[in-house]
């Protein structure tokens, strides 16, 4: 068994796993998109993820709401260079608002729970109704999230079906100015489009830990080195857009779930045991 966190296993690398004999790997995250599903059924090595405390991404979430409703990086922008004044700063009450949630599982509901002490109207979209999640907010479909949300928060797994669910149609749908936040994948949003729809206003701020081809880029240290991601850097170059480099779930109480859980899983996965974190 291997654990690993974010590595891309690609094919190459699984062939190379399974000519040494390695029949399972673990990912110490949820998400598993950064392992080639297909190549790994093709080697006969199974797959197992792990889970965590959902409060470590929802608290994140809704503090990244708050940042982009109140125009946190504005006011901090300047602040750097002593503009004092009140110029494009003034922000919103998410109370006043409604906030549309696209994807109810663990995380998703936790981040409804959180918003509901604040008052503000909540929709909900998912494939799957949650009878507890119906206590707090209203389900609704994609056009209803679209077209009624001042906020967008995604919480969805990183699907071919979710792929881009974020686009220039999608977008076109929505309120004039409204946020998205994106804790969830970074594939969730076409980058193209919406820095477009950012540039002509039409989105109003966001929020984003994820971005598309983070791969490469999260949890090295590049301060010396030429980024070649342009979207990261148009995105960081907004003073609308806050961005944040996947630390949505770096907490102290998740580095020790994940550790456990992977640890375990491999551990029960050799001991041929009943393994709740084995996907395939």
């Excluded at 919406?194 to 701020?205: C, N, R, Y």
């Amino acid at each position: 068994s291997v654990s690993v966190l974010t590595t891309p296993i690609e094919e190459d690398l699984l062939k190379k796993f399974k000519e040494i004999g390695v029949e399972y790997i673990s990912t110490r995250s949820i998400g598993y998109d950064h392992i080639d599903m297909n190549a790994a059924e093709k080697f006969g090595i199974h797959i197992g993820n792990v889970s965590y405390s959902t409060d470590s991404v929802s608290d994140y979430a809704v503090m990244l709401i708050l940042m982009a409703v109140r125009k946190f990086k504005a006011i901090t922008m300047h602040g750097i260079v002593q503009d004092y004044s009140l110029n494009n700063v003034q922000g919103r009450v998410l109370k006043n608002l409604t906030v549309g949630v696209m994807g109810t599982g663990r995380i998703g509901r936790t981040v409804i729970q959180r918003l509901s002490a604040f008052g503000c109207r909540i929709l909900a979209y998912d494939l799957y109704k949650n009878d507890e999640t119906a206590k707090y907010a209203e389900y609704t479909d994609l056009d209803g999230i679209y077209k009624n949300s001042d906020v967008i928060t995604l919480h969805m797994p990183a699907t071919n079906d979710n792929y881009h669910i974020i686009n220039r149609n999608s977008i076109s749908k929505m309120k004039d100015g409204v946020i998205i936040v994106n804790t969830a994948r970074g594939s969730l949003v076409d980058t193209d489009g919406f820095i477009d729809a950012v540039e002509s206003g039409k989105i109003g701020g966001a929020a984003f830990d994820v971005v598309e081809n983070e791969s490469e880029l999260y949890y090295y240290d590049l301060r010396d080195k030429i980024i070649k991601n342009r979207w990261l850097k148009m995105l960081q170059s907004y003073s609308n857009v806050i961005v944040t480099p996947h630390t949505a779930f770096y907490t102290d109480q998740v580095v020790s779930d994940m550790v456990e859980h992977s640890i375990l899983s491999c551990s029960l996965f050799e001991r041929k045991q009943k393994n709740p974190w084995q996907i395939m």
